[in-house]
C-alpha cells in the first residue's frame, strides 16, 4: 500500500498480507499514524474506485508505484516481509529527500507546512478488524485466510474471538489471552 502527500509528494508505503478490506484499512491507519497527521479530505473516507486508464484520478499514485517499481525494486534481495518494509522505509528517506521536478522542491522541505496544514490523528484508534467469535475444536487451531494457528488446550470448548490485523492475531477465551502471533506477512497470511 502506498500513501502519496498531495502538496508536498512525501511518499510512504508498506507491504502488505493480503488485499482484504481488514488488512488494506489497517495499513492505511498504520500509515497515517507514521505521519502523525491524517489530511483533511480523509476525514469520512468513501470508496471511489478510479477507472483503468484515468491518470487525472490517480496519477500521483500511479507515479509513485512506478518510481517504487523502478527506483527501490529492482537489484534487491530480502529475507522476508520484515526485511521489505525495512529496506523500503529506509529508502524512502532518501527517496523523499530528492529533488521532485513536478512542485521544483524537494517533497522532505514541504512536507512540514503539509503537515500543518492536516487534523490531527483522532485520540482512539482503530479496532481490531471483523472479529471472528467461534468455538475452539478439540484440535486447538484456528483458520486464518490459508493458515492454521494454535490456540492454548485449555479453550478447547469454548467460545474464543479472533482478531487478525497486518501484524498480529490475538485468540481471547472471556479476558485471556490464549494466542497471540506475529504475522510474518504476505504469503504467510493470503
Not at 529492482?74 to 525495512?86: H, S, V, Y
Not at 522505509?89 to 523523499?96: F, P, S
Not at 522532505?108 to 487534523?119: F, G, K, P, Q, T
Not at 492454521?148 to 467460545?159: K, L, Q, T, W
Amino acid at each position: 500500500m502506498l500513501l502519496v502527500s498531495g502538496y508536498s509528494r512525501v511518499i510512504t508505503a508498506r507491504m502488505l498480507p493480503s488485499r482484504q478490506a481488514g488488512d488494506l484499512i489497517d495499513a492505511h491507519c498504520r500509515l497515517l499514524t507514521a505521519w502523525g497527521a491524517v489530511p483533511k479530505t480523509l476525514l469520512a473516507i468513501r470508496v471511489h474506485l478510479c477507472g483503468p486508464r484515468d491518470p487525472e484520478a490517480k496519477g500521483l499514485v500511479e507515479r509513485a508505484n512506478g518510481y517504487l517499481e523502478t527506483g527501490f525494486l529492482p537489484g534487491r534481495l530480502f529475507t522476508g516481509p520484515d526485511d521489505f518494509n525495512a529496506q523500503l522505509t529506509a529508502w524512502l528517506q532518501i527517496a523523499n529527500r530528492r529533488h521532485h521536478r513536478s512542485i521544483d522542491a524537494r517533497p522532505v522541505d514541504r512536507w512540514e507546512s503539509d503537515r500543518a496544514s492536516m487534523l490531527a490523528i483522532p485520540p482512539v484508534g482503530p479496532p481490531h478488524w471483523w472479529p471472528l467469535r467461534t468455538r475452539l475444536g478439540r484440535d486447538h487451531y484456528i483458520r486464518v485466510d490459508a493458515n492454521d494457528y494454535s490456540v492454548h488446550p485449555r479453550a478447547i470448548g469454548h467460545i474464543v474471538t479472533v482478531n487478525a490485523d497486518t501484524e498480529e492475531i490475538t485468540v481471547t477465551c472471556g479476558d485471556d489471552l490464549v494466542a497471540l502471533t506475529h504475522t510474518a506477512g504476505p504469503g504467510i497470511r493470503a
